[in-house]
């Protein structure tokens, strides 16, 4: 194995490389290795200045986060820039690919920093539930001044290395293809105008307004609702405009410690983990995705003009189908308006919206412009009689070898599939709406889909910037199906004397974007209506049944896109108002029921409400749609609102204890023992002593 850090002349230049693929983390083996190399450089009387690069294709990753909780290694990596800023000969941080984190914490420590253009440059910490804790709250205000460095850290967004020179982050830019040479030159430079050492901790305390502390301050209470990581790391900052910089480190370590002690950290960390071993799947393994190219969309409605914007904007060619040419014209000017969006965003600008719609959009109305698509998406009305029909369609133009999905949301796709003759090359791509800007992507695989095929949706979903998730089949997959289960757990709260607003209240403190029914005002109330009569059939004789809900559709009251459903929406707006109407319709149900009505706490609500969600995703675990606990968690923390930094429902239960989830449910089954019944699974690891984490492991 060859080491980690390799140290090397090229004439008077030490070139230092960090070689720790894929991403050169800053390992123990990393940060001793680069802490070596400074002392050596120090000591060599051969050598003037000292060029620091990384191996393969990017400068530094970050920290290594297998790392967090277990014990420090020296050299701590504040130890190892601290060697670095000190050193007493200049050195050079040559960037290219990321620097993130701790990799542009070591950047900031050197003396010079040259970068290639396209580099991108950020302190991702708050969204592990940290801070920057090896000087980056420190130094990156010191560079390029409070506001501008609260901005980087605050959103942990990355910028871009032309935008890191304007602000003096960078000194140099280099457009050329390897870094090295570039960064060599540089160093050759440096030389010549005789070395001269520029330590960034002995630049000037920033300044910072009053007034410009408590802007960021107001900001990050409402855009981090919850969350402490962001509000530590403001205070870290401003530690910087009143501290030297040795007393500004040992602040920042102070509150990076204390960070690594909440459980956000914890929770945030099991997030970024299980978002990366959701696309690890066994029977993928050694299975090759097929090339798609050319992309068509069956349905120009909100979703399938959402599902085109999202191939568009990611390179793909696509062609879109609507029942007539009127249609199709009313699909390009929803997909024209979606770009629009984009460029205002800075997502993209006019001249490539313009490519976009000259050369990679078409919109028709024959099924036949659809002969040479790799990958046919069916995004029509939730019917399985017109999905049916669409997949018979389909099978008679679509070329052999392409595949063949379905949008839906909750239908059965085994049934969708045996219309065609080639049932193995059909699946589901449940996307999220807006589909362009949803990240969750529901693979569902059916009975006889083949691993090619899946291989390649998840190949697709990279491509389009969306974290797949694997699912089977049964009603509503993975999300759909929990979404019925806890949002049934709400309504029978409403039903015994909870109101709709306190519902949403409690749960939007307990850090979930939006309530359910604010949610169910945002997506419809037709489509809940939809829903609820489509699995009427079903409906078991104790089921206890939301008839407001039904009544409210009824009234014609949709939610936002009539200006009421829960909530009032006056002159258009967004923001929902609270109508003594509907809690008068709702208390008429509660007398037709005989019920009387009772108070509920907001502990209680959040109680049975993650309660009724992780029980019903123990079953989905346990039926083997999920594949694992934290596929669950990926699907709800994206999309379905779920407060990231609690990591998810099977993590908030671990973190509580199984016991007590199934205690909860005994408690509640006292009441009503047809709904809450323990899934088999949840016993059993209780029984065990076990967590979901475990199930994690295995697989």
């Not at 307004?209 to 981090?224: D, G, M, N, V």
Request: hydrophobic share 45%; charged share 25%.
């Amino acid at each position: 194995m060859s080491e980690p850090v390799s140290y090397e002349h090229d004439q008077r230049i030490v070139v230092i490389t960090i070689n720790n693929p894929p991403v050169n983390a800053l390992s123990r083996h990393v940060r001793g290795g680069l802490f070596d190399a400074i002392q050596q450089f120090n000591a060599d009387d051969a050598a003037d200045v000292a060029v620091i690069v990384g191996g393969g294709r990017l400068f530094i990753g970050g920290a290594d986060i297998s790392e967090f909780g277990k014990p420090l290694v020296s050299p701590s990596l504040p130890e190892v820039i601290s060697a670095i800023e000190r050193c007493e000969k200049p050195v050079v941080a040559a960037i290219h690919g990321t620097a993130l984190g701790g990799g542009l914490e070591v950047a900031m420590g050197a003396h010079y920093r040259i970068a290639q253009t396209d580099t991108k440059l950020g302190l991702p910490e708050v969204k592990l539930g940290l801070l920057p804790g090896a000087g980056g709250t420190q130094r990156l205000p010191r560079l390029i001044g409070v506001d501008q460095a609260l901005s980087m850290i605050s959103s942990g967004a990355p910028i871009v290395a032309t935008r890191a020179l304007e602000l003096g982050l960078v000194d140099r830019v280099e457009s050329g293809p390897d870094i090295r040479p570039a960064a060599v030159a540089f160093a050759q430079e440096i030389q010549a105008q005789g070395g001269a050492i520029r330590r960034t901790g002995e630049l000037p305390r920033p300044e910072a307004s009053a007034e410009l502390i408590q802007q960021w301050r107001t900001r990050l209470e409402k855009s981090a609702r919850g969350e402490v990581a962001a509000l530590s790391a403001m205070a870290s900052v401003e530690a910087a405009t009143r501290m030297d910089i040795g007393d500004g480190l040992v602040e920042e370590r102070r509150l990076f410690q204390a960070l690594m002690d909440t459980p956000q950290r914890a929770s945030l960390i099991h997030a970024f983990f299980a978002e990366r071993r959701v696309s690890k799947l066994p029977e993928l393994r050694d299975i090759k995705a097929q090339p798609i190219a050319h992309i068509g969309v069956i349905g120009g409605g909100t979703m399938g003009a959402g599902i085109a914007t999202s191939a568009v904007l990611n390179g793909f060619v696509v062609t879109l189908v609507e029942r007539d040419q009127a249609s199709a014209d009313k699909a390009r000017n929803t997909i024209a308006g979606n770009l629009a969006a984009g460029i205002k965003r800075g997502k993209l600008n006019d001249a490539q919206r313009d490519q976009i719609l000259e050369h990679q959009l078409s919109t028709v109305s024959e099924y036949e412009a659809l002969q040479d698509a790799d990958l046919i998406i069916e995004a029509v009305f939730e019917s399985m009689e017109v999905k049916k029909a669409v997949f018979e369609a389909l099978d008679r133009v679509a070329k052999l070898g392409a595949i063949l999905a379905t949008n839906t949301s909750y239908l059965n796709i085994d049934e969708i599939a045996a219309m065609t003759k080639r049932p193995e090359a059909v699946l589901g791509l449940h996307f999220f709406s807006p589909a362009h800007v949803m990240k969750l992507l529901e693979v569902v695989v059916a009975d006889k889909t083949s691993p090619e095929v899946v291989s390649t949706a998840f190949s697709l979903a990279k491509r389009l910037g969306k974290i797949a998730v694997r699912s089977g089949v049964c009603d509503g997959f993975i999300g759909n199906r929990m979404l019925v289960h806890y949002r049934a757990a709400a309504d029978h709260m409403v039903l015994d004397g909870a109101s709709p607003y306190q519902i949403d209240k409690a749960l939007k403190a307990y850090g979930f974007a939006m309530g359910p029914y604010a949610v169910g005002d945002l997506a419809g109330l037709d489509i809940g209506y939809a829903t609820r009569q489509r699995k009427a059939p079903d409906r078991h004789p104790r089921d206890r049944y939301p008839a407001w809900a039904d009544e409210l559709y009824h009234l014609g009251r949709l939610g936002q896109k009539t200006g009421k459903g829960y909530y009032l929406y006056p002159e258009g707006s967004r923001q929902g108002v609270e109508d003594p109407e509907v809690d008068a319709l709702i208390e008429q149900t509660r007398k037709s029921l005989g019920i009387e009505r009772r108070t509920f706490t907001d502990e209680e609500i959040v109680r049975r409400y993650i309660t009724a969600m992780v029980n019903e995703a123990a079953r989905i675990v346990d039926e083997g749609i999920a594949l694992r606990p934290s596929d669950i968690d990926v699907v709800l923390l994206s999309g379905y609102g779920f407060p990231r930094w609690r990591g998810g429902p099977m993590h908030v239960a671990d973190q509580l204890g199984l016991d007590t989830i199934l205690a909860n449910i005994m408690e509640f089954a006292e009441e009503d023992d047809h709904f809450w019944q323990p899934a088999p699974l949840l016993k059993t690891l209780v029984d065990q002593k076990r967590k979901f984490a475990s199930l994690d492991l295995s697989t």
